[in-house]
Every structure is written in C-alpha cells, then in structure tokens.
C-alpha cells in the first residue's frame, strides 16, 4: 500500500509532458469512450440520462474546436473551446480517470487562461452542477455569474 502511495506522488510531481493536438475524425471513439467514463455520473447524479446517441452528438457538437490532450503520447482527455471576436467558452474538457489528480486538467485550463488573457478575450465555461471539477474552475479563478436548472455559468474574474 506504501508504495502505491509513493509512487502516486513520484507521478503527481513528475514533470507534465502535456500536448494539445487537433481532433481528428479516427479521434470520435477516443472520445465518445472517455465522455461515458468521465460525464456519465455527474449527468444521472443532476437527472440527466442520455442516449448513445445523444453522447455521440455531444461528441460531434463543436468538434472543430476540439484538441486531444496528449501527455507523454498518451491521450489522457479531451478540451473543446468555441472562439468568437470577444469570448472563448470552454465546451469540454474531460481527463481520463486514471490520469485525474495529477495537474493535468489544471494545466490545460492555465493555458487556455493564458490565450484569453493575450487575446483580451473573456473567458466562460458552463460545468454541471454536480462536477466536482467546479473546485479547479474556482481555484483558478471562475466565478459563478448565473445558472439554470443543472449547470452553473462561469466566467473567468482577473
């Protein structure tokens, strides 16, 4: 048990190898595999029960805007922003479950932080209610400015 402790954190302080690298069409049954695994719970946790087929469109909805996040070669998660003359809106982004825990999905949103911030655009994303990924949102630096029934809407406060 000692050693999977330890070698958890030799991981957690390994240097991040992180690359985002455009979707391809081959890419959709990566992510269709790693939406079931991350958002399935969140979505019954707030009601919310989908299709295949409703997954698969959520896959393919914004798909142009869709980066693999690789780490050490490896596809670990997905991230999906919309661009407009004056936003970015985080669509998705989704970490693998073997790989959530380690800085990863907080790296990806210290970049995207970092693209808003150099292109002066507002950045907003909308994370279920029930996702603990709300925490990372807060911690670097989102803030709730509205709702609706199973999301909160969030907008990056500098």
Known sequence: MNYIRIRYKQLALEKLKIQLIKAKEEDKVFLFKLRMQTMVVHLEKAGIFLSNKEHKDRVNKGFKGA???????????????????????????????EYQGLGIGKKVVEDVISRAKSTKKILILKVLKENPAIRLYE?????????????FHMKLIL
Not at 67 to 96: H, P
Not at 140 to 145: M, N
């Open 67 to 97: 980066y693999i996040v690789l780490r050490s070669n490896n596809k670990v998660g997905v991230l999906k922003c919309i661009e407009t003359a004056e936003t970015i809106e985080i669509m998705q982004l989704q970490i693998a479950p």
């Open 139 to 151: 911690r670097v630096g989102f803030k709730a400015i509205g709702e609706d029934d199973h999301e």
